[in-house]
């Protein structure tokens, strides 16, 4: 039997104050890219970013789904979700 593949919804918080919300398989390494430039064109130029939530999801669709109605948060709600005062 397959081991489980766990994606992950991210939220990035960047120097300018701005939140970046993204999925991948492992966080770590996708952090890595955005803070070499390698990431969404979003992030670049707009470091250092800073990991302020990540949650697990099951599935890719999953986590898809979880992003998108991430990104349709308002800025103060996506801040609450990440504990941001």
Do not use: F, N
């Amino acid at each position: 039997m397959a081991a489980a593949v766990t994606w992950w919804v991210y939220l990035l918080r960047c120097a300018d104050g701005t939140l970046y919300c993204g999925i991948a398989l492992d966080v770590e390494v996708r952090l890595k890219q955005h803070q070499e430039g390698k990431g969404a064109k979003y992030t670049r130029g707009r470091g250092p970013l800073q990991l302020v939530y990540r949650e697990a999801c099951s599935t890719k669709a999953e986590a898809l789904r979880k992003e998108r109605a991430i990104k349709r948060l308002p800025r103060a709600k996506k801040a609450a979700l990440a504990g941001i005062p």
